[in-house]
């Protein structure tokens, strides 16, 4: 009787060493104690659930880019809006600008809105909702708004005080400005130019330019 015992327990013991070394025995396995089974109504909660975490992540990803369309859309160029009073305004007559005359138009003393891109300056009066003080690039009325479409930003320290040469900005920010200037002159008015400093206005006519500017040094 004793034989047949122990030749069960070594049996046994053979067993688990045989699961053990194939990864099949966990320490319940091993000590005898029952091992709880996973049921199929486990199963499906836990497919359930990662099925609806997944939806919650694309719904989320989804509105996220809604609200980076709206912000940006087709690379935060805002679609031009034209107002009553802007309807009012006659077509400005092409002329030249320092920045201290380009400040002048900011939509408030005067209703006109003006802001510069590459050298190059646009009346956006009929993008008021977009342009004035109150719109979303409001910061660029009156003012040179190529660091800031550069950048996308759109904040005071995409302003300068003085004339703005750019030369800080790197190959792929400047193929941005002059992006930035092809859609301006697509939608917008073109004015005239933003002078640097000491740079003599020039003369234009009703007809044409006396010179032609549309090349920047």
């Avoid at 099925?51 to 679609?79: C, D, H, T």
């Avoid at 005067?110 to 977009?130: E, H, M, W, Y």
């Avoid at 703005?164 to 859609?183: G, K, T």
């Amino acid at each position: 009787g004793g034989a047949r015992v122990e030749s069960g327990v070594l049996r046994q013991s053979a067993l688990t060493y045989s699961m053990a070394e194939n990864g099949e025995v966990n320490s319940d396995m091993a000590t005898g104690n029952d091992v709880p089974v996973q049921s199929e109504d486990a199963d499906w909660g836990l497919g359930f659930g990662g099925v609806m975490l997944n939806a919650g992540l694309l719904l989320l990803l989804f509105f996220g880019a809604i609200r980076l369309y709206q912000r940006w859309g087709k690379r935060g160029s805002p679609e031009t809006e034209e107002s009553g009073e802007a309807a009012s305004l006659p077509k400005m007559k092409r002329r030249d600008f320092t920045l201290e005359q380009l400040r002048e138009y900011d939509g408030e003393a005067n209703p006109r809105i003006l802001l510069a891109v590459n050298n190059k300056v646009f009346d956006v009066s009929k993008g008021k909702t977009f342009y004035g003080r109150e719109g979303p690039y409001g910061i660029f009325a009156g003012r040179d708004a190529s660091r800031g479409l550069a950048t996308f930003r759109l904040d005071k320290d995409a302003l300068r005080e003085e004339y703005d040469d750019l030369s800080d900005l790197n190959a792929v920010q400047m193929e941005s400005v002059r992006e930035w200037e092809i859609q301006f002159m697509e939608k917008y008015d073109y004015v005239g130019r933003l002078l640097k400093p000491g740079e003599e206005p020039s003369e234009y006519t009703d007809e044409e330019d006396v010179k032609d500017h549309s090349k920047q040094d």
